[in-house]
């Protein structure tokens, strides 16, 4: 089945060159100028992923980004010349799954695409992870909390699950960002305590006293094993 994106992206011709390119290797891609065409096609069709610009004629993209995230978990890769590290942490505070920033090597965005399609699919079929009262349905790529379901983005699902599947372990920043991602991770990128942050807030019961997903001091996170 041909994986479906949307890219919202106002400069044609870098619009054109990312369609064909994503298009050669077998990925459908369809262009949004703006990003009232783009969240007018998002309602109107299903896609499988969505390449954002973050500078749109009509909008912000940041926002465009935040007003998507409340009603969907379509993985979200930003595409942007604004690549200073606030610029990064803001995305993915609300909602981005990765950031690439321009110009970029169209082999690095098509590696990207797919890395994110990959943590997308189920790591098991018919696997339910039980800690107490929290429940994480590996098949459904779905965390419940009290019977209800959490708010994660694909990329802060799979790091949930990575902590979980290895409950009980102290996991460094950078292990845990290579787990997930199968790339080195920057030492100066604090994105995976924007990630961290996120999780915590949709899976603890008081996230400025977490007692699932903890801090250890100099080390890393620790996925509790015993939860009530």
Same mark, same amino acid.
């Given at each position: 089945?041909?994986?479906?994106?949307?890219?919202?992206?106002?400069?044609?011709?870098?619009?054109?060159?990312?369609?064909?390119?994503?298009?050669?290797?077998?990925?459908?891609?369809?262009?949004?100028?703006?990003?009232?065409?783009?969240?007018?096609?998002?309602?109107?069709?299903?896609?499988?992923?969505?390449?954002?610009?973050?500078?749109?004629?009509?909008?912000? +993209?940041?926002?465009?980004?935040?007003?998507?995230?409340?009603?969907?978990?379509?993985?979200?890769?930003?595409?942007?010349?604004?690549?200073?590290?606030?610029?990064?942490?803001?995305?993915?505070?609300?909602?981005?799954?990765?950031?690439? /920033?321009? /110009?970029?090597? /169209?082999?690095?965005?098509?590696?990207?695409?797919?890395?994110?399609?990959?943590?997308?699919? /189920?790591?098991?079929?018919?696997?339910?992870?039980?800690?107490?009262?929290?429940?994480?349905?590996?098949?459904?790529?779905?965390?419940?909390?009290?019977?209800?379901?959490?708010?994660?983005?694909?990329?802060?699902?799979?790091?949930?699950?990575?902590?979980?599947?290895?409950?009980?372990?102290?996991?460094?920043?950078?292990?845990?960002?290579?787990?997930?991602?199968?790339?080195?991770?920057?030492?100066?990128?604090?994105?995976?305590?924007?990630?961290?942050?996120?999780?915590?807030?949709?899976?603890?019961?008081?996230?400025?006293?977490?007692?699932?997903?903890?801090?250890?001091?100099?080390? +890393?996170?620790?996925?509790?094993?015993?939860?009530?």
């Amino acid at each position: 089945m041909t994986m479906s994106i949307l890219y919202i992206e106002d400069d044609p011709r870098l619009g054109d060159m990312v369609q064909t390119y994503l298009g050669n290797s077998g990925l459908e891609v369809t262009i949004a100028k703006n990003g009232a065409s783009g969240l007018g096609m998002l309602k109107k069709q299903d896609f499988d992923l969505l390449l954002l610009d973050l500078t749109l004629p009509d909008m912000d +993209g940041l926002d465009l980004c935040r007003s998507l995230r409340e009603t969907s978990d379509l993985p979200i890769l930003m595409l942007t010349a604004r690549g200073e590290p606030m610029d990064r942490i803001i995305g993915l505070e609300l909602g981005a799954d990765d950031y690439l /920033p321009k /110009p970029f090597e /169209p082999r690095e965005l098509l590696a990207r695409v797919r890395a994110l399609m990959r943590r997308r699919e /189920p790591a098991s079929r018919s696997t339910i992870l039980h800690f107490g009262q929290l429940d994480i349905d590996l098949d459904a790529h779905q965390a419940r909390l009290k019977g209800k379901p959490c708010q994660l983005t694909s990329h802060q699902f799979n790091i949930l699950v990575t902590l979980a599947q290895k409950a009980g372990r102290v996991l460094s920043r950078e292990t845990l960002m290579d787990l997930v991602k199968n790339d080195k991770l920057d030492p100066f990128d604090r994105s995976i305590d924007v990630h961290i942050s996120r999780i915590r807030s949709a899976i603890e019961d008081d996230p400025k006293h977490p007692t699932r997903l903890i801090t250890v001091r100099g080390s +890393g996170y620790v996925f509790a094993k015993t939860q009530d």
